[in-house]
T-cell receptor, first 113, second 115 residues
Framework: TQLLEQSPQFLSIQEGENLTVYCNSS?????LQWYRQEPGEGPVLLVT?????EVKKLKRLTFQFGDARKDSSLHITAAQPGDTGLYLCAGVNYGGSQGNLIFGKGTKLSVKP | GAVVSQHPSWVICKSGTSVKIECRSL??????MFWYRQFPKQSLMLMAT?????????EQGVEKDKFLINHASLTLSTLTVTSAHPEDSSFYICSAERGAGYEQYFGPGTRLTVT
């Protein structure tokens, strides 16, 4: 069974601080996605990383895919209250005719003004 | 971006009744849709994969006779929770796969409360 471990599970910081969320697995994934989910809503895709070692930037968010495609990190610079939410990583592994997403348990981020 | 809608956004029903949840891809065709369940403060758990024109594939431990899935067109999949019980109360989220790629677009979810 493929598992994705996310850490930390909870994170409460002040506005302006930097933070990093980690997503680790012992399995190799074809690609990895990061989502942000707000209470009562569905997840919204932030980014997909495909190549080992790939780094993608989305404004103040930096996503990195590990060289071995087993892990990923999300770094937020100068966090703002609007960044508050549940961040989920999801591994993609095509097996058979279609791909399924394997979700981590999520990191609940709270940014206080 | 791709838009996926769900209806209803929330529903309260009595124990023993059935509830149907719709998932629509509004601006693209989706041959594959997925149904997830999310308990409070937990991550998404895949329940089943819905393929247009064929039977759904259920994950281990998910009762196919209790959670009926119908993917009748390329833009609509429905999940019917039959004979609902309080333990079925949860947040149900669908997603649609756009084209043959791996990106899924999620609906806003449906909050089901069974009393």
């Amino acid at each position: 069974t493929q598992l994705l471990e996310q850490s930390p599970q909870f994170l409460s910081i002040q506005e302006g601080e930097n933070l990093t969320v980690y997503c680790n697995s012992s399995s190799v994934f074809s690609s990895l996605q990061w989502y942000r989910q707000e209470p009562g809503e569905g997840p919204v895709l932030l980014v997909t990383v495909v190549t080992g070692g790939e780094v993608k930037k989305l404004k103040r968010l930096t996503f990195q895919f590990g060289d071995a495609r087993k892990d990923s990190s999300l770094h937020i610079t100068a966090a703002q209250p609007g960044d508050t939410g549940l961040y989920l990583c999801a591994g993609v592994n095509y097996g058979g005719s279609q791909g399924n997403l394997i979700f981590g348990k999520g990191t609940k981020l709270s940014v206080k003004p | 971006g791709a838009v996926v809608s769900q209806h209803p956004s929330w529903v309260i029903c009595k124990s023993g009744t059935s509830v149907k949840i719709e998932c629509r891809s509004l601006d693209f065709q989706a041959t594959t849709m997925f149904w997830y369940r999310q308990f409070p403060k937990q991550s998404l758990m895949l329940m089943a994969t819905s393929n247009e024109g064929s039977k759904a594939t259920y994950e281990q431990g998910v009762e196919k006779d209790k959670f009926l899935i119908n993917h009748a067109s390329l833009t609509l999949s429905t999940l019917t929770v039959t004979s609902a019980h309080p333990e079925d109360s949860s947040f149900y989220i669908c997603s649609a796969e756009r084209g043959a790629g791996y990106e899924q677009y999620f609906g806003p979810g449906t909050r089901l409360t069974v009393t």
